[in-house]
């Protein structure tokens, strides 16, 4: 019925709004955190997993 389809789009609606919030919040915090050696160790680390995980689905691809 229209009154539930309303509060399910309320609820999905609220949903969206608190998980935004949460990112803005913790985003702030982790702003404080974060300083120019931890971003090249991240940018490190995510790269070789990307290769690593892209490797494996190459091998996999060929085998």
Do not use: P
């Not at 389809?5 to 999905?12: L, M, T």
């Not at 709004?17 to 931890?38: I, P, S």
């Amino acid at each position: 019925s229209a009154h539930e389809f309303f509060w399910f789009f309320f609820a999905v609606l609220g949903t969206v709004l608190l998980t935004d919030v949460g990112k803005v919040y913790l985003a702030h915090r982790l702003r404080k955190m974060v300083t120019l050696q931890w971003q090249r160790v991240m940018h490190v680390v995510v790269g070789v997993a990307l290769i690593v995980f892209g490797a494996r689905m190459i091998v996999k691809m060929l085998a």
